[in-house]
């Protein structure tokens, strides 16, 4: 599957994709292209999702922000 690593970051420290959601101002379907890697955030979604990541002790970094295939090696 491809996708944007930061968001499913966030969901293994225990956010929902709703949480993710209210925290962005977002609604959840635009969160879930975000995930799919089918969008990626404007700049006050983006630095919304950095915040967040950070006030839950999560550093993301570059990498989690560009599209990953998980089944490549």
Do not use: W
């Not at 635009?30 to 999560?58: D, I, W």
């Amino acid at each position: 599957m491809c996708g944007m690593k930061a968001i499913s970051r966030l969901y293994q420290i225990g956010l929902t994709r709703q949480g993710v959601a209210a925290a962005l101002d977002q609604t959840t379907h635009s969160v879930r292209l975000y995930e799919r890697g089918e969008r990626f955030p404007s700049k006050q979604p983006y630095t919304a999702l950095v915040q967040l990541a950070e006030s839950r002790g999560l550093t993301l970094l570059a990498r989690d922000f560009i599209e990953v295939d998980e089944n490549s090696g």
